[in-house]
């Protein structure tokens, strides 16, 4: 099965759609055809390696990506294009996979989507009495098992769970759950420790959006026909 994608609606990137495809075949039974300028624009990962996307349709295998993560870029660069991003009804765990992905293959305008739609379903809810949080253990496990010490990602948990860890000591019937998580993961205790301890009296907490948020600098990205670059969004570049 071939995917397909919204008709587009604008014409201010169409140019992004020029020159030659990448074809994608991730053993799911779809294949994706993604145009080179597209892709490079948004991925620094790819975006090195543009020179190999010569005139023609490339194949590339990729048996360790998540397929969904990857469907989720893929519509993701699709949207940007049509200038509409829909709120996504994504569960977290595929939220999560779907950050590491934009992680692994230098895609900041992706992960930046994709942590604005984290933080939507983790951070408080002013509806709820008390600004309860939403980050169960649960939650905090399965993140946890995904997430890369030291990233946005994991300085998000670590906040976020800062409030619930503070909470949980003033009931003491949670307090067992909560140790048993940070008895798991002893990195986080370590640092969560040393958040409380720097917060004084008050508890850490998660920040607006913006602060996990990466700043995404425009560089030149892709390959046109004629040789030309194009202008895309992401900043930087991995390594192989």
Not at 30 to 39: K, R, S, W
Not at 57 to 68: L, N
Not at 123 to 152: D, H
Not at 156 to 182: R, S
């Amino acid at each position: 099965m071939v995917a397909t994608y919204p008709a587009l609606s604008s014409l201010q990137d169409l140019r992004l759609l020029e020159g030659p495809s990448v074809k994608f075949e991730l053993g799911s039974g779809t294949t994706y055809l993604i145009p080179a300028a597209l892709l490079c624009a948004h991925s620094g990962y790819f975006h090195e390696r543009s020179a190999t996307f010569a005139s023609g349709s490339v194949t590339r295998s990729g048996p360790i990506w998540s397929t969904d993560a990857f469907r989720m870029f893929i519509e993701y660069l699709f949207a940007t294009v049509n200038q509409e991003l829909p709120k996504s009804t994504e569960s977290l765990r595929a939220l999560v996979a779907a950050w590491n992905f934009g992680n692994d293959f230098d895609a900041k305008p992706f992960k930046n989507h994709v942590m604005t739609q984290i933080h939507e379903k983790l951070a408080w809810n002013p509806s709820l009495q008390g600004f309860e949080y939403t980050f169960t253990r649960a939650k905090v496990r399965m993140c946890l098992t995904k997430a890369v010490p030291g990233s946005i990602l994991y300085r998000f948990i670590l906040d976020t769970i800062g409030l619930q860890w503070h909470n949980a000591h003033q009931i003491p019937h949670v307090q067992p759950g909560w140790i048993k998580v940070l008895d798991e993961f002893p990195e986080l205790r370590l640092d969560l420790l040393a958040a409380i301890s720097a917060a004084g009296s008050g508890s850490p907490t998660a920040l607006p959006i913006g602060a996990y948020l990466e700043v995404l600098e425009p560089t030149t990205s892709s390959p046109r026909e004629d040789g030309t670059p194009l202008r895309g969004p992401h900043s930087g570049g991995v390594k192989p």
